[in-house]
């Protein structure tokens, strides 16, 4: 019983508790104390420690955090990603002064567990900073466990089930005519799905209906604005109003075959929801994305009422639960989380078993505010599970490749991972110091009125 003692403290808390030297049943009371599942380590090796966790907080062009989890094995390490874009470094201090502590000296390939512990045994659960922070964890104890078994993370899950991830990429601009040329410009890349957005006519726009620029391309990207959120406008009748008649002009111009999506970012309330879903009905969208804010789940039921249009839910939630009713419900077709903030591989494996048995497929979000491990992770999901749908995409700068590199390819309109163990990402320490953090937040939206309004 002695073997699984490794964990500071433990021996004191056994003495206090005047049971050490006492031995049959109260044995197994003792690993649950040391909370070490009293299992071998893997294939005869040598039973693994987590020796260090370094949180890294480096900004090549936007701000990213990873986690990058030592272990007692020299040259065995992961690499997660916790980014958080606004609140980096809420997730960097929950890391650090929090649940760093925690994991010196447990053992690594023990994933369920860790993530079992650090969602529940913290007794205040979920939200954005802690599932983000368990998720960078999770990705690097993947990594890990990969590494170790001289496999890539698909493998773990199960092996490949499809050639590649179909991907999506995005398109916007000022008027129907540029949208076309982005939507062109994407599919002379390769992409068979695209999702596109407008401007609105006498509007400043906000995300997904900027005039002025890619909001959705540039927010939180450091040098693109003050050290302060922008506020940005938005209002629903324009957009209700302009919305399909953009699709109208798309598949008159782009024909049936091009499969469209279209991102509402929670901007509506239910009925205006139900009302664009219905009226885009004709252009038979790929998906409408996130029509209406993650609180207001049961309002699905009045858009489904109303439209056949495929639904997407999910980069605001932060936990299985946080899917359950949509899914169960049949209330959306794809669900589509963030594994970078629901708590990782771990997370998203069960979401992806839940949505199986009611004929949700997945489709996790993938925007450049999060890290190439997440995007690694991503992908290992999707060619390894029976209902994947689809996946977002975006290609990195070479500055961001520099610090934290490898990570997805993309081909013929697929994304892939290659054979290389764990999830096929770094992050180099030495080039993440040229890069300091600044703060950067993503913008605010407004009503004409003034009044807030969700971004
Ligand atoms: O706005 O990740 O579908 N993708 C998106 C993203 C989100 C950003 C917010 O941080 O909606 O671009
Ligand atoms: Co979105």
């Known amino acids: 019983m002695a073997s699984q003692s490794n964990q500071p403290g433990r021996r004191n808390l056994l003495k206090l508790a005047g049971v050490a030297a006492l031995g049959g049943p109260l044995a197994a009371a003792e690993s649950v104390l040391g909370w070490q599942a009293p299992t071998g380590p893997a294939r005869g090796l040598p039973k693994l420690k987590i020796t260090d966790v370094r949180v890294i907080v480096t900004c090549p062009g936007r701000n990213y955090v990873l986690v990058k989890i030592l272990t007692n094995e020299p040259g065995l390490y992961g690499v997660g990603d916790a980014t958080l874009n606004g609140r980096e470094l809420a997730v960097a201090a929950a890391l650090e002064k929090h649940i760093a502590p925690l994991l010196i000296g447990r053992d690594p390939e023990q994933i369920e567990d860790i993530y079992q512990y650090l969602y529940r045994g913290s007794y205040w659960r979920s939200g954005p900073v802690q599932m983000t922070a368990v998720a960078g964890v999770d990705l690097a104890l993947w990594d890990i466990k990969g590494k170790r078994a001289g496999m890539p993370v698909y493998q773990l899950l199960g092996g490949r089930t499809r050639i590649g991830a179909l991907a999506y990429t995005h398109a916007s601009g000022g008027d129907f005519a540029e949208v076309e040329d982005a939507v062109r410009r994407g599919l002379e890349r390769g992409f068979k799905c695209v999702r596109a957005q407008v401007a609105l006519p006498g509007l400043e726009g906000t995300y997904g209906t900027s005039t002025r620029r890619k909001s959705e391309e540039t927010a939180g990207r450091v040098d693109q604005q003050d050290s302060l959120p922008q506020t940005e406008l938005f209002e629903p009748g324009p957009y209700l109003r302009t919305v399909p008649r953009l699709f109208d002009h798309l598949r008159s111009k782009l024909g049936e075959e091009v499969e469209l999506l279209h991102d509402t970012h929670e901007k509506l309330g239910p009925i205006d929801a139900a009302r664009l879903a219905h009226e885009l009905e004709p252009y038979h969208l790929f998906f409408l994305e ?3 804010r993650p609180e207001h789940k049961e309002s699905f039921r009045v ?12 980069e605001l939630f932060n936990s299985l639960w946080d899917c359950v009713p949509l899914i169960t419900e049949q209330l959306i077709d794809y669900i589509r989380c963030d594994l970078g903030h629901i708590g990782g591989i771990t997370a998203g494996r069960k979401v992806a078993a839940l949505a199986e048995a009611f004929q949700v497929k997945t489709a996790w979000h993938g925007p450049a505010d999060i890290g190439p491990p997440t995007h690694a992770a991503n992908v290992h999901v999707d060619i390894s599970i029976p209902n994947f749908g689809v996946q977002e995409m975006v290609f990195f ?3 961001t490749r520099e610090v934290i590199p ?22 180099n320490e030495e080039a993440a110091k040229k890069y300091p953090y600044k703060r950067a937040y993503l913008p605010t939206a407004r009503r004409e009125d003034g009044s807030v309004q969700d971004w």
């Open 290 to 292: 996130d029509l209406l």
């Open 406 to 427: 490898g990570g997805p390819t993309f081909k013929d309109g697929y994304m892939d991972v290659d054979d290389t163990p764990g999830l096929g990402t770094d992050v």
């Open 303 to 314: 858009i489904r009422q109303h439209s056949t249009t495929p639904l997407a839910m999910g």
């Open 397 to 399: 700068p070479e500055v």
